[in-house]
């Protein structure tokens, strides 16, 4: 349709009723030559046009743009169902509506992708991002979500629904009360639980199903090791202790977790073989996190296979661990490093440098983390070592 005529056909709308409007056009034909997508909207939106279907025998059409759906769709996916229910032709569509479609065809593309019919999935809404399911539960969010990729935290409160989570989604668990998912008629599937401050003990999940948990407050490898004697350490050195004891102190403080890691497929280069690292720190280890990790780029190398496995198996929410040494008479960070049932012990690397433009530049560059840390530089020293102590 031109755009002369296109106003036009706006202008007339304007002076018209809607029904006698539409009733000039005798079929689809004469419709859609006349009449742009924006006004096929508004008289879908107020039953018009299902009422000139319906007198045109055009029942079909008319049925699957009954009221019921169409006040479920926004404007996006109501001008890509008229488009694929009325026949529009696509080259004859503004550039405004374009868009428009191929947003709606995106997210259409999206459904398929994670909600199978013939594998038994229900029907349900999707999810990508926190902002969505606030804006979801705005709405009429139904009894399905879909929680698709990252992290989400699900209102507790919200009673008889089914989360279902793809592309390895987790939920971060932030309460520090028993939780009874059966009491509340809400469902799991297929999702990893963060938990903050429980244990998996402390939740009541025997309707759900194929559920992963991780457990954020956990302070070290060592189940032995008592908090009092971790922050004992990071106080630094006693006056009266000497150097060498404090050192030997140090020994006990391995696997000590300092923080965690969201793993994102986009942050993996598949032509170096590096998995770039995005921390969040634990507050208590503020003092040897600040020293060390300041304005540092963190990775792992790990290959496609191996990288894989840790996303699409394993949770994407990772612990980081630190082993402890001394620094004069202040506790340091020495090496920082993944737990991974993929590969054991990936040790995480870091540099000064943000951008790497080959794995020889990347492996040539330093750490910056003084005397306390692994520096860069030192990999190809150890490299042998961390064969063996790594699994690498």
């Known amino acids: 349709m031109q755009t002369a005529a296109r106003l036009k056909t706006c202008s007339r709308f304007s002076d018209c009723a809607m029904n006698n409007f539409f009733n000039r056009y005798n079929n689809l034909t004469e419709l859609l030559a006349n009449v742009d997508l924006g006004m096929l909207v508004t008289a879908a939106r107020e039953n018009a046009l299902q009422a000139w279907l319906v007198e045109r025998f055009y029942y079909e059409q008319a049925h699957q743009l009954k009221s019921e759906r169409v006040n479920e769709l926004d404007g996006d996916e109501l001008r890509f169902v008229l488009c694929g229910e009325l026949g529009i032709d696509l080259m004859s569509l503004s ?30 809404s999707i999810v990508e991002t926190q902002t969505q399911l606030r804006d979801l539960f705005g709405k009429n969010s139904g009894s399905v979500i879909y929680l698709c990729g990252g992290e989400f935290q699900i209102p507790l409160h919200k009673h008889s629904i089914t989360y279902i989570g793809r592309d390895n989604a987790i939920i971060n668990i932030v309460s520090r009360q028993p939780i009874n998912f059966d009491e509340a008629d809400i469902i799991l599937k297929n999702l990893t639980l963060y938990l903050q401050y429980l244990t998996p003990a402390q939740l009541t999940l025997e309707r759900s199903e194929n559920i992963k948990f991780v457990l954020g407050r956990r302070l070290a490898l060592d189940a032995e090791l008592q908090r009092r004697e971790l922050y004992a350490f990071l106080q630094g050195r006693d006056p009266f202790e000497s150097f060498a004891s404090f050192e030997r102190r140090s020994e006990e403080m391995r696997g000590i977790v300092v923080g965690e890691v969201l793993l994102d497929k986009a942050d993996f280069d598949i032509t170096r073989n590096i998995f770039e690292l995005h921390p969040r720190w634990r507050i208590d280890f503020i003092k040897p996190i600040k020293k060390f990790a300041s304005n540092k780029f963190f990775c792992v190398f790990v290959n496609a296979e191996n990288a894989a496995r840790m996303f699409e198996i394993e949770s994407r929410k990772q612990l980081i661990y630190a082993d402890f040494g001394t620094e004069g008479s202040d506790a340091a960070i020495k090496v920082l490093y993944l737990m991974t049932e993929a590969c054991g012990k990936l040790l995480i690397l870091s ?23 692994y520096g860069l530089e030192l990999i190809a020293a150890f490299k042998s070592n961390l064969a063996t102590e790594f699994g690498s």
Request: hydrophobic content about 25%; cysteine-free; proline content about 6%.
């Open 351 to 373: 540099t000064d440098k943000p951008s790497m433009k080959s794995v020889d530049e990347f492996a040539s560059q330093t750490s910056g983390s003084g005397d306390a840390g």
């Open 95 to 124: 550039e405004y509506d374009t868009r428009a479609i191929e947003r709606a065809v995106a997210r259409h593309r999206r459904k398929l992708l994670y909600i199978n019919p013939d594998a038994g999935d229900p029907d349900g």
